[in-house]
């Protein structure tokens, strides 16, 4: 449970969020060359973990960082144990989570709207829907068009087995050789996605260098930080939001033309109710305080990964530097997070939190019959071989 009063967004079933990098370090003591021995006994406990029915999710910022690996070998390889460990399980997008957490904070703060915004579900299936916030599982199609697998078993099992492939395959990504016919065919373009981060990058750079010519007090740098934050990142989300409910922001909050100050201090606290938004902004904050730091690509992807982890997640293992300005703003004891620093100590936090008797072990995250104990399916050759059509156990489609 959360240590204030704030909304807990924990998700009722144990839920882990590990960085990339931890991903990568268990990918190599999955393939026998472990960076420290520590490692072998972390993949085991992992495994153990999500086998029991704990969830370790992938957000959209593990899809774009497993995207840049340009080696295919590496990135299949990764991919295979995140797809296996995960089940291919996803935070729902960002658009999504947002809207609530803000809904929210207007219905705290504002009494609009009148009735406390519904939680939506957290946990999924799939990159869909941790892009766009909507599950789109494969369907099995023969010539009389979509065949309904609900009356056999089999072609159950099999769909799901093909939807697990799919998910692995997108989080790999597509081999050299095929990246052509991609772009030829498909429209395949993933630098698009990373034009749209590098103006998002330079939004922060800029500021930094004006910070270096002007610097500001830490209480004022936070306050322009938030104000930043919300009109840069979310303005779209609170402008709909206010349509919406009929809102009139500047006399919500008292603002008063005359006197540049007025309404400060409850726009301040309105954004501070929205978990992601203050968890966002204290890391800048603290970033922004030392504006020689370059800023980079990753330290955008690591905040809005970690702005969603902490609050919905028990245990989060991010990478060093932001573990240590995570502590700095005190995020994950206001969220009830577990912050572990270390990938040797994630053990013991497992053990700890598969211990809890207040967790239910059971996801409803993933399509029916799903078995949290059953492999993953990243073989090709296994749906061939076990495609009911050739078995004789169903009907060809």
């Not at 599982?137 to 769909?159: C, T």
């Not at 936070?222 to 930043?228: D, E, L, N, T, Y």
Request: one cysteine or more.
């Amino acid at each position: 449970m959360a240590t204030d009063s704030f909304l807990d967004l924990h998700e009722p079933t144990p839920t882990v969020y590990l960085d990339q990098w931890v991903w990568i370090r268990l990918a190599r003591a999955a393939n026998g060359s472990p960076r420290e021995a520590s490692d072998v006994e972390a993949l085991a406990a992992v495994r153990d973990a999500s086998a029991a029915g704990v969830v370790f999710p992938l957000s959209h910022t593990h899809y774009f960082e497993t995207s840049k690996i340009t080696d295919p070998r590496q990135r299949f390889d990764l991919a295979r144990i995140m797809a296996s460990v995960s089940h291919g399980r996803t935070l729902r997008s960002r658009q999504v989570l947002m809207r609530h957490q803000v809904l929210h904070a207007m219905y705290e703060c504002f009494g609009r709207p009148t009735f406390r915004p519904k939680r939506p579900q957290v946990l999924g299936f799939g990159a869909m829907w941790a892009v766009t916030g909507e599950h789109a599982p494969l369907a099995l199609y023969g010539p009389a068009g979509r065949i309904n697998v609900d009356a056999s078993p089999e072609l159950q099992s099999w769909l799901r087995q093909a939807n697990q492939y799919a998910e692995f395959q997108v989080l790999a990504g597509p081999r050299d050789e095929e990246i052509s016919e991609l772009r030829a065919k498909y429209g395949y373009q993933p630098e698009t996605a990373l034009q749209s981060a590098r103006s998002r990058l330079e939004w922060e750079s800029t500021y930094s260098q004006l910070l270096a010519s002007d610097p500001v007090s830490r209480p004022e740098l936070r306050v322009r930080v938030q104000a930043r934050e919300m009109m840069h990142e979310h303005s779209q989300l609170l402008t709909e939001l206010l349509a919406e409910y009929r809102l009139d922001l500047h006399r919500a909050v008292g603002l008063n033309p005359t006197k540049p100050e007025s309404g400060r201090k409850k726009m301040v606290a309105f954004a501070d109710r929205i978990a992601s938004v203050r968890i966002a902004v204290d890391l800048k904050t603290e970033l922004f305080r030392n504006p020689a730091r370059p800023w980079k690509l990753s330290t955008l992807h690591d905040i809005d990964a970690l702005s969603l982890a902490v609050p919905y997640c028990h245990v989060v293992v991010p990478d060093a530097d932001m573990a240590d300005l995570l502590s700095r703003s005190d995020a994950g004891q206001r969220s009830g997070t577990r912050i572990v620093k270390q990938l040797r100590d994630l053990p013991s936090e497992l053990q700890t939190l598969r211990s809890r008797s207040d967790f239910e072990m059971t996801s409803t995250c993933v399509p029916d019959g799903y078995d949290p104990a059953a492999e993953f399916c990243t073989d090709m050759d296994l749906l061939h071989r076990t495609a009911p059509w050739k078995t004789g156990s169903a009907a060809s489609p």
